[in-house]
């Protein structure tokens, strides 16, 4: 049976296919014809031309191979070559063949190969001596190419070596081994191997073969021989990067073959140009000079590849640097010592100067005037920060040149290399290094320093954003603590309106959370400031205190402190108690002495003020614990002071009354408006505005109540009443009060509500309970509401009175587990919360008045002037001076742009 082939790639694995089909009756002679003929074929479409005729004959007892190819080269057995792996499959052909011989035909040979099942030694070869007389191909215009001084072992290990590479891609090929995606590209690196120059490596192989040592090469090329030549090795290169990833048997080309076979292509190419271009061409260098090049060429790289691996070294460590100083003494510590530089300043730009943050190396000579750089000044330094470009200075004259103030610095000679730190087109500092004048070219140096340079850039960019975060983050807290402490104090001050309890909850629960010592001081009929109460950790300085504030009381016509205040009406805050100032509130040596037993270190005082009267002064001082009052602390504590002073002030009213049922009236007014702190009016995107009025003189004080804390995302507002009326009332709407202000602002609603109702439970009678309406107002204009038993809320919005439609739940007290109606506000509209009495007022006829009737009239003015007009239209319609019940409103408007 026959099979003609195109000397192709692909002719292997049809050859493969073909022999497997015709041996499949014959399995013992099956595996050694399908070996057989892929040598066989193999060799024809490296080394010969085609077409490839194959053969197969059987007789049942022996099979019989035969391919005819158009050439007359054929590879013989292996030979003793150190890379030699070419011969191999021959090697095994003769190992499985019976016997085996070549035979010239017209054009060409035919190599024949008979294979039997019983065991024999290894046949000799069978050549028809001096019948291969084939005449060199003829070249169309030949160009006669010498290269003198190529090494004949070297041309005999690298076609050795590139054999091998081409059967085993073969092999590989025949296997199928490569992907789908891989085979196109791997015949055509097949194609590039052996056909595009198969008479160029014939010939030279030949030449070599009969050479002692070196020689010189003679070639006839044609012009286009320069293009397959860079074919050639583009191809060798290719092979060598497939052994290198393990998918040949082969391994990649030593070195020294791979500079010997470019240095001898680039030869030929350079001889074949020298011959058709006009211009003359430069010496082609001798193999010895390329291969010394490549040594220097290689000795660079490893000089390179040891600077990048102690830059790695330096990048390791800075994975455990986290602080700006860290980093920067990493980079420097690390750069004096990996990369050999003598000395080593990493400098960090702060507003209008650079500021040294750390130092590195041998630094003699750097003065302290250098450690703090202005960006104006006519330093090197400064000059990269506002040129944005690295400096070189090299040697002790250019640098006292360029820069005269740096003559003293360094004594002996060196380049001083300084690089800009980079992020984002920002410059965030400067990275400054010195190297021995002589060594490493200032190119490579300068890669390495720019290099260094983004990487400490990089560094500190990350550790200054970490550190803006934790000063965001802290100063989050501290108002998270700030607003949590004022939930508590109110919840505290609002819980009692005995007059000392007041007093002493208010003093307590400063220390020590604000403060080491604090002093509430109010003013007596005769104008005169006395001392109601004092806190401190230890009781036994409190009395001791106590005893001191006796002995010298506060003058009234001192220029500062508390009586100051109280006159003024204005803080004080004293960071740091300077001695002048101590010594001039001394009265005697005794007083010297007891002042600075107490050890003040800071201190703050602020008036207690309630609707503008001034009732005393409240003063912080710290002490023990040496920490210092900053002017962020003034506001807070006037807050504290505020609420402190509308609890103070109930608690004296309330002390005051008689039982008449007016003065009790009066009292429990005043208590009711002192736990109702007004809201502020502006928080976030929200303008606010409250108002409560009591009901008729002769009805008992209701439990109308409501309140606005601000969130994290928003404001949290809450409107409540609390079933029945008098100071039982009053009470249970300020425990409402301090139970959700001292809610977390995360908790969600149905959680607040949930808590309000399990906390409220123990204080309520059997028939008691309290109605309420919880809303989260976000920054964006989400609403989010539950309802526990309270009529619904209004949206105001372009002219239009909306009522919301709300998941009404039970009041709080009666097992209330309230659902959250969402919604949402638009720039400008406003949502109206109230209770009761403003839906249940009836005018002199009896009718109720309805809501929207007095609301109207005032949706074109502000928060504050929309509730004036809805309570004075309620006193007009119900014609008389006081309401049927009490009454609560909270109107937010949102003036924010909605979301994004």
Known sequence: M??????????????????????????????????????????????????????????????????????????????????????????????????????????????????????????????????????????????????????????????????????????????????????EIVQRLLDDLTLVVAEYRDETARQAANADGSFTLVLHATPDSIAKAHRHLEALDEADRFARSAQLLSPPAPAVLRVFRRWLGESVIHAVRAQIEPEPMPVQLSFEAALAKE????????????????????TGALAHAHSLSDIARTVTMEAAAELHALSARAYLLRGDRLQVLAVGGDVPGWVPDFDEIPLDSHLPAAEVVRTGRPLVLRGHAQLTDRFPALAAVYEDERAVHLAPLIVDSRCIGVLGLTFPLLGVDDATQNDFVATLADTLA??????????????????????????????????????????????????????????????????????????????????????????????????????????????????????????????????????????????????????????????????????????????????????????????????????????????????????QRAILAPPPARLGPLALAARYVAAAAEAQVGGDFYEVVSGGTGARLLIGDVRGKGLAAVRTATLVLGEFRAARRDDSLPEV??????????????????????????????????????????????????????????????????????????SGDRLLLYTDGAIEARDARRRFIELASVLQPGLDQDPAGLLETVVSGLHRRVGQERLNDDLALLVAEYRGTGPA
């Open 458 to 671: 990089q560094a500190l960019d990350r550790a200054l954003v970490i550190e803006r975060l934790a000063e965001t983050n802290a100063a989050l807290n501290a108002a998270n603590d700030r607003l949590t402490f004022l939930a508590d104090a109110s919840a505290a001050l609002s819980g009692s309106l005995d007059y000392q309890e007041t007093v002493d909850a208010i003093v307590n629960y400063m220390v020590p959370r604000l403060a080491d010592w604090c002093f509430i001081q109010l003013l007596n009929e005769d104008g005169q400031l006395h001392t109601v109460a004092l806190s401190h950790v230890d009781p036994d300085r409190v009395a001791w205190a106590h005893e001191v504030g006796r002995r010298y009381p506060t003058r009234m016509d001192a220029a500062f402190g508390a009586a100051n205040v109280v006159r003024t009406g204005r803080s004080e805050l004293y960071a740091e108690l300077p001695t002048e100032l101590i010594e001039s509130a001394v009265e005697d040596d005794e007083h010297r002495e007891i002042i600075r037993e107490f050890a003040l270190s800071s201190a703050l005082v602020v008036p207690l003020a309630a609707d503008d009267e001034v009732l005393g002064a409240l003063t912080l001082t710290f002490a023990e614990s040496g920490r210092r009052y900053a002017p962020a602390d003034v506001a807070f504590a006037e807050d504290v002071a505020r609420r402190a002073a509308l609890a103070l002030r109930s608690a004296v009213t309330y002390r005051a009354q008689t039982g008449r049922l007016a003065e009790v009236q009066r009292v429990a007014d005043a208590a």
């Open 2 to 183: 026959q099979l003609v082939l195109a000397a192709q790639p692909d002719a292997v694995p049809k050859a493969r296919r073909f022999a497997a089909e015709v041996t499949r009756d014959l399995p013992d002679f099956q595996d050694g014809v399908e070996l057989v003929v892929t040598e066989l074929v193999t060799n024809a479409v490296l080394h010969a031309a085609g077409p490839v005729v194959l053969q197969l004959r059987t007789d049942g007892e022996a099979v019989r191979v035969e391919v005819t190819d158009g050439g007359g080269s054929f590879a013989l057995t292996p030979r003793d070559l150190p890379m030699g792996m070419t011969g191999r499959g021959l090697g095994l052909v003769a190992a499985y063949a019976s016997a085996w011989g070549i035979a010239p035909v017209d054009g060409g040979k035919t190599v024949w190969v008979e294979l039997r099942p019983d065991p024999h030694d290894v046949a000799p070869i069978a050549i028809d001596d001096g019948a291969f007389d084939w005449p060199d191909d003829e070249l169309e215009s030949p160009i006669e190419v010498r290269i003198p001084g190529v090494r004949a072992d070297l041309v005999l290990a690298v076609r050795a070596h590139t054999d091998g590479l081409v059967r085993d891609l073969q092999l590989a090929l025949a296997a199928g081994s490569f992907e789908p995606s891989t085979v």
């Open 753 to 826: 509500a949930a808590r309000l109702d399990r906390r409220m439970r123990p204080y309520l009678e059997d028939e008691d309970f309290v109605t309420a309406l919880i809303a989260d107002i976000h920054d964006d204009g989400r609403v989010e509401l539950v309802s526990c038993g309270h009529p619904p809320p209004l949206v105001l919005t372009s002219g239009q009175i909306v009522e919301l439609t709300v998941s009404a739940d039970l009041p709080l007290g009666l097992g209330a587990e309230p659902e959250v109606t969402h919604s949402q506000l638009g």
């Open 295 to 314: 040594v220097s060429r290689l000795a660079s790289l490893s000089e390179a590849a040891e600077r990048l691996s102690a830059l790695q070294r330096v």
